[in-house]
């Protein structure tokens, strides 16, 4: 079993960054990382991930050049930068990663909610001013 909890988030002013942390139980070498998040009223989408066993990133448009996908494999941790802020950002942020089995995970299909079997319980990111 796979536990994942992420910190980090908060109130920021559009234009403001925040970095978004998650902690595993397990080093996360191999491992597809995704960070997701879900809108009130919205379904959860993948915004940046982390491919299996290669470790291309993927990032959906939106976000693209603004977040920055990363982990430290000997800190059992796995990050989410975010840059340049806005309202439309704002949402709960789920980190949520999926073992390394043999077979590859193309970064892109690891930002697909069905893929993860282990999630974080999230955390609130709120763009305002």
């Known amino acids: 079993q796979v536990q994942l909890v992420e910190s980090g988030g908060g109130l920021v002013q559009p234009g403001g960054s925040l970095r978004l942390s998650c902690t595993a139980s397990?080093?996360?070498?191999?491992?597809?990382i995704g960070w997701f998040r879900q809108a009130s009223g919205k379904k959860r989408e993948g915004v940046a991930c982390i491919g299996s066993p290669d470790g291309w990133t993927y990032y959906k448009d939106s976000v693209k050049g603004r977040f920055t996908i990363s982990r430290d494999v000997a800190e059992k941790m796995a990050y989410l930068q975010m840059d340049d802020l806005a309202p439309e950002d704002t949402a709960v942020y789920y980190c949520a990663v999926v073992p390394p089995s043999g077979s590859h995970i193309p970064a892109q299909s690891m930002c697909d909610p069905r893929r993860s079997p282990y999630w974080g319980q999230g955390t609130q990111v709120t763009v305002s001013s």
């Open positions: 397990v080093y996360l070498h191999d491992y597809g």
